[in-house]
């Protein structure tokens, strides 16, 4: 049974519980963030409280009492359900004063939300799709306009992987006016002639943490990147493809729609850009 914790206190999951007037389960009215633990340590934490800090901002949030404490609450969790490799899931929410109501409860007399919960995911860096390849379609983007903010409102991208699912394949690209947003829980990439082409920062986009990393590692490594929107028929044509996640690293991509890129392997650019950022991540990680 794992320990969580819930608002200040770490308990046996079976244990734990919010209020039906939480607004995060009312009005999806929470931010999260997902943070790797390879080796018992965790990858790009510094990135992801970052993130966290700005989508509370975003929304006119609190940031919770123990947001400096974070890292602490992260170790522990870890350290208490005996976590090599596997994710820990934040989420606050802006919490309730007692009832339904579309208008926001007095921040002075209302704390936040905050749950975090462990998963265990042995192997987590070892992945076989890392060695074969993802199929992913093309979908629709039917979400709203604040991509950037890491909410829990998870509705339609759950809806786009079971796109992907009864297609036969492993995800979905998200299309907007013609061109490629990102995947339905990760950043996308295409690689065309030696350069790498991922959609550039905007509110339509999240601000992938892995994204930040793989592209600084990218040029750092003489790899060139160019930062605009790319259609479907571009990267089916595309020499090679990716996307990156917090819990997915780098994943190559070998068909499109149904169009194999390549030889219908994992291309070099790929699995470089896994290695790397692997080898990098766990040097840096707390």
């Known amino acids: ?24 389960f009312l009005m999806a009215d929470g931010v999260y963030e997902v943070t790797s633990v390879l080796g018992g340590r965790l990858i790009d934490f510094d990135g992801h409280l970052a993130r966290l800090e700005r989508s509370l901002s975003e929304l006119d949030m609190l940031k919770p009492a123990v947001f400096d404490d974070l890292l602490d609450i992260h170790r522990e969790l870890v350290r208490v359900n005996g976590i090599t490799d596997g994710l820990v899931y934040l989420q606050v929410t ?7 109501d579309f208008v926001f409860p ?19 860096a070892d992945s076989p799709a890392a060695k074969t390849g993802i199929r992913v379609i093309g979908i629709d983007d039917l979400r709203w306009g604040r991509r950037d903010i890491k909410t829990v409102q998870l509705l339609y991208p ?3 992987k079971m796109m992907a699912k009864a ?25 065309k002639g030696n350069r790498i082409i991922t959609r550039h920062l905007s509110n339509d986009i ?11 590692m990218a040029s750092e490594a003489q790899m060139q990147v160019e930062e605009r929107a790319f259609t479907m028929e571009e990267a089916k044509a595309a020499d090679e ?3 990156t996640s917090a819990s997915a690293f780098v994943m190559p991509v070998v068909e499109i729609d149904g169009a194999t890129l390549g030889d219908g392997t ?21």
């Open 94 to 100: 802006r919490g309730s004063d007692g009832d339904r």
């Open 1 to 24: 049974m794992r320990t969580v914790y819930v608002n200040g206190e770490y308990l046996p999951e079976t244990e734990a519980t919010v209020s039906i007037f939480d607004r995060g």
């Open 266 to 286: 994992p291309g070099p650019v790929a699995a470089r850009l896994r290695e790397i950022y692997l080898e990098e991540s766990r040097k840096a990680a707390v």
């Open 158 to 160: 759950s809806m786009g």
């Open 167 to 191: 297609a036969g394949a492993d995800d979905a690209w998200m299309i907007e006016d013609g061109h490629v947003t990102e995947g339905t829980s990760n950043n996308a990439y295409i690689v």
């Open 206 to 216: 999240l601000h992938g943490i892995t994204r930040a990393a793989v592209l600084r």
């Open 241 to 243: 493809a990716f996307v």
């Open 106 to 124: 007095d921040p002075e007399t209302t704390e936040p939300t905050l749950v975090l919960f462990t998963q265990s995911k042995p192997g987590l």
